[in-house]
C-alpha cells in the first residue's frame, strides 16, 4: 500500500527521534483504536502530528485518507503547520463544525437537492423573533442567553420537544422558564428553517443524518476517509460524538487525545465521559500516558498538581501527574490584597519589573474569571503606560451597558441630584439594571457586574477626592475611556479563564481569587459545577512557564469592609511561612469561615458599625487623638512612594488608615497589621517603612 512518498517519509531519519519514550508509544502504535492521555504543557500537538506521519510513512494510510479534528481553528492550522515541516501535505486538519460545512457542501445536491442554505453568521435576528412569538423580553443579554441555551440543547442532542424534561431532570439555570424557553427555541427552528439558512450545529446534525440515512453517502465518504484523529477529545458533545460515529460506521481507526484535568466546557454540552470510557467501548485500544511537562517550570508544575490532586469524583487511573522537565524557576507568588483596585495596581507594578527584567508584552498574561473583571486591570496597566490586549470579551467602556451608564449619568449632571456620589451614581444605574441583588448567571449577571464596577468607581473617586461630585465622576469616567483606546502594538494578554485555554505565557497572573468568584457564586451547592472551576483554576496555573502569581482582594473598594475570603482552592497551596497564610490563618476559626465581626471602639468599648469607625478603631463621637505631625510625615512619606510606584496615592494607604496609623500610633508588625486597610501585601511592602516613620516621629 506504500507509495514511494509515503516509503521516503518512513526512512527518512529522526522522523521519531525527537520524541520521549511516551511519545513515542503513542506515534507509533498500530492502527485501531489508541487513546492518549495528555496532561497540559506534554507536546500532545507534537505527538499527534508525529503520529499521523507515521501512519503515512509506514504506509497503513494515505494522506489523503487521514482526517483530524480539534477545537478551535488556531490548532487546527498549527496541526497543518506542522504537518506540513514533516512532508505531510495532504491530510486534513480542520475543526468538527469545519469538517462538517465541507462534508455537507459536497453531498447537498444528493441529500437535499436545490440551493445550498446560507450559513448564519449572527443567530440573534431569528432569536429575537423567536423570543417575540413566544412574549419573553428582547434585550441583547436575554438573547445572547437564550441562543446559548439553543446551542446547548442542540449540541446535548436534546429536541424542543425533549427540552422542558432535560431541563428540569438536569436543573439547568434557565434564562426563562423552562416551557418558554422550549416554545423560543421551536420557533426559532420553525423561523430559521423557513428562512433555509443553517446555524453552526445544524452543520453537525445535517451532516450526521446524511451519513445515517444515505447508505451511498456513507460508503463514499468511508472510502475516502479511512483514519480519524480527535484532539481535545475531553470536550467533545453528544453531537459530535454522533457525527464521529457516523465517520467512523463499524470501524475503529481511530486516535482520540486529551486530557479530563482539563474539561472546562460542560456549560456548552462538553462531558469527557467518551475519553474515560474509551476504553470500554474498545477494550483493544493502545492507552498511553503523556505526563512529562515540557511547558512549565517544576515550580509551577508542582503547584498545579496539588490543585488537581484535589478533585473528586473522577477514576483515579484517569488522573494524571505532571513531571517537570524545564530547569527549575521561581516559586509561585501568592499576595493578599486590602481592595481590587490595591491588588490591580500591585499587578500593574509586578509587570512592570517583568518588563525592565526583559520579558516580553507580549509573553505576560492577566486571567481573570469573568470579562467585567478587565476594567480594573485595563485602568491599572493604563496608569503605568503598560500596553495591552483585551482578548475574549469587550473592552469595558465598549460593552452596550457601559455606554448606556455614561448617557444616563451624563444627563443627570444637569439635573442636580440630591445624595452622596455614591447613591447619586445607584440611583441613576438602577433603572439601567443595577438591582440590589445580581442576577443568576448569564449575561444578565455579567452586566450587573460591569454597572456595580461603575459604581465602585465612583466609591474609590469618593475616598480620595473631598467633596467628589457627579460632574467630576463624569470626567472622569470620560479621562479612563480615552485614555484605554486599544493600543497599536504588542501588550500585555488581559483574558478570562476559558478564553485563555490553550494558549500559554512565560509570565501569568491569576487575579480575582476570592470566593464567589474563584469558584463562582453559582457553583456553590453543585459539586459537578465546583469540580470544574477547579479543573478552570488548574488550566490558569498550567498556562504559566516561568513566573506564576495567583492574588486575590478581601473588598472590593478602598476603605470597604475585609469580609470576603481567599477562594477555598487555594487552602494547602500557600507556604505555612508565608504573610497571606499567617493573615489568612487570623482570620479563621478553623472552620474555613470568616471570624464574626466583633470591633469594639478603643476608646469607649462601644460596638463599632460604620467602616470608617472600624477603619479608625473609634466611635465616631469618641475623640481623635491623632498625632497631627506624624501624620503629615505619614502623607510626605505616601507621597514620595506614590511618586516612585508611579500609582495614585490612594493605593499605597488612604487618607483614613494614614489616620488611623497617626492615632494608633504602632510599635511592631502586628500592631500594624491589626488595623483595617492593612492586609499580608501592605504589611510586606510598606510595614517597615511605616514603623520607621513611626519611630521617628517619637
Given amino acids: 500500500m506504500a507509495s514511494g512518498a509515503s516509503s521516503s517519509l518512513l526512512r527518512r531519519p529522526g522522523l521519531l527521534d525527537g520524541l520521549d519514550p511516551e511519545q513515542r508509544a503513542a506515534a507509533s502504535a498500530p492502527r485501531g483504536p489508541v487513546c492518549v492521555l495528555a496532561g497540559a504543557g506534554t507536546g500532545k500537538t507534537r505527538t499527534i502530528t508525529h503520529r499521523i506521519a507515521y501512519l503515512v510513512g509506514s504506509g497503513h494510510v494515505a494522506a489523503g485518507q487521514v482526517l483530524a479534528v480539534t477545537y478551535t ?94 431541563a428540569a431532570r438536569t436543573q439547568r439555570d434557565t434564562p426563562a422558564p423552562v416551557l418558554q424557553v422550549a416554545d423560543v427555541y421551536r420557533h426559532y427552528e420553525e423561523i430559521k428553517n423557513s428562512a433555509q439558512v443553517l446555524d453552526f450545529d445544524d452543520l453537525l446534525l445535517h451532516t450526521t443524518a446524511a451519513l445515517e440515512e444515505h447508505g451511498a453517502v456513507a460508503d463514499e465518504f468511508r472510502d475516502r476517509y479511512r483514519c480519524f484523529i480527535v484532539d481535545e477529545y475531553q470536550d467533545v458533545t453528544p453531537l459530535q460524538q454522533r457525527l464521529l460515529d457516523a465517520w467512523l ?19 456548552n454540552g462538553a462531558s469527557p465521559r467518551p475519553l474515560l470510557e474509551f476504553t470500554r467501548r474498545f477494550p483493544s485500544a493502545t492507552v498511553v500516558r503523556l505526563e512529562r511537562d515540557y511547558r512549565s517550570t517544576p515550580q509551577v508544575v508542582t503547584l498545579a498538581n496539588q490543585v488537581i490532586g484535589a478533585s473528586r469524583g473522577r477514576p483515579a487511573g484517569s488522573r494524571l501527574k505532571l513531571i517537570g522537565q524545564r530547569p527549575p524557576g521561581p516559586e509561585p507568588r501568592f499576595a493578599e490584597y486590602d481592595d481590587e483596585a490595591t491588588e490591580a495596581a500591585a499587578v500593574a507594578s509586578r509587570i512592570r519589573d517583568l518588563l525592565d527584567a526583559g520579558v516580553s508584552a507580549s509573553e505576560i498574561a492577566v486571567l481573570y474569571r469573568v470579562n467585567a473583571q478587565s476594567e480594573g486591570y485595563e485602568q491599572a496597566l493604563s496608569a503605568v503606560d503598560i500596553p495591552y490586549l483585551v482578548r475574549g470579551g469587550e473592552r469595558f467602556f465598549a460593552r452596550k451597558e457601559v455606554r448606556q451608564a455614561v448617557i444616563a449619568l451624563r444627563s443627570a449632571v444637569g439635573r442636580e441630584p440630591d445624595g452622596d456620589l455614591v447613591t447619586i451614581v445607584r440611583a441613576v444605574l438602577g433603572p439601567i439594571g443595577l438591582t440590589e441583588q445580581p442576577p443568576s448567571g448569564g449575561a444578565a449577571k455579567e452586566r450587573w457586574d460591569a454597572l456595580l464596577a461603575l459604581v465602585e468607581l465612583a466609591e474609590e473617586l469618593a475616598a480620595s477626592v473631598e467633596d467628589a461630585d457627579l460632574p467630576r465622576y463624569v470626567a472622569d469616567l470620560d479621562q479612563r475611556a480615552a485614555a484605554q483606546h486599544p493600543p497599536t502594538v504588542e501588550g500585555v494578554t488581559l483574558a478570562s479563564l476559558h478564553a485563555a485555554k490553550g494558549l500559554e505565557w512565560d509570565a501569568v497572573f491569576l487575579v480575582g481569587l476570592a470566593e464567589g468568584t474563584v469558584p463562582i457564586q453559582h457553583a456553590d451547592g453543585d459539586d459537578a459545577a465546583i469540580e470544574e472551576e477547579r479543573r478552570l483554576f488548574y488550566v490558569g496555573v498550567t498556562r504559566a512557564r516561568e513566573h506564576l502569581s495567583l492574588t486575590w482582594a478581601l473588598s472590593r473598594t478602598p476603605g470597604g469592609r475585609r469580609n470576603r475570603r481567599r477562594s477555598r482552592f487555594l487552602y494547602g497551596l500557600i507556604p505555612e511561612d508565608h504573610p497571606a497564610a499567617r493573615v489568612a490563618r487570623s482570620q479563621q476559626q478553623g472552620t474555613g469561615k470568616p471570624a464574626p465581626s466583633k470591633a469594639r471602639c478603643r476608646v469607649c468599648g462601644g460596638p463599632l458599625m460604620e467602616t470608617m469607625e472600624i477603619k479608625l478603631s473609634r466611635c465616631a463621637k469618641c475623640p481623635s487623638n491623632v498625632d497631627e505631625a506624624l501624620l503629615e510625615r505619614l502623607r510626605a512619606w505616601r507621597a514620595e512612594r506614590s511618586r516612585d510606584l508611579k500609582v495614585p496615592a490612594f493605593v499605597v494607604f488612604t487618607d483614613a488608615t494614614l489616620v488611623a496609623i497617626a492615632e494608633q500610633r504602632p510599635t511592631d508588625d502586628s500592631a500594624l497589621v491589626s488595623i483595617s486597610g492593612i492586609g499580608a501585601s501592605k504589611l510586606e511592602r510598606f510595614g517597615a517603612e511605616v514603623l520607621e516613620v513611626v519611630r521617628a516621629a517619637g
Fill in 249 to 267: 460506521g463499524e470501524r475503529d481507526d481511530l486516535t482520540v487525545v486529551g486530557d479530563a484535568n482539563q474539561t472546562i466546557y460542560s456549560y
Fill in 73 to 166: 481553528a488556531r490548532a487546527a492550522g498549527e496541526m497543518r503547520a506542522r504537518l506540513r515541516t514533516l512532508g505531510v501535505e495532504s491530510a486534513q486538519a480542520l475543526t468538527f463544525h469545519a469538517a462538517a460545512l465541507r462534508q455537507l457542501r459536497y453531498f447537498w445536491p444528493r441529500v437535499v437537492g436545490g440551493r445550498r442554505w446560507d450559513l448564519l453568521d449572527n443567530k440573534f435576528r431569528y432569536v429575537s423573533q423567536a423570543a417575540n412569538r413566544a412574549k419573553l423580553s428582547t434585550e441583547t443579554e436575554v438573547l445572547r442567553d437564550l441562543a446559548g441555551e439553543i446551542e446547548w440543547a442542540k449540541a446535548s442532542l436534546v429536541t424542543p420537544d425533549d427540552y422542558p424534561a432535560i
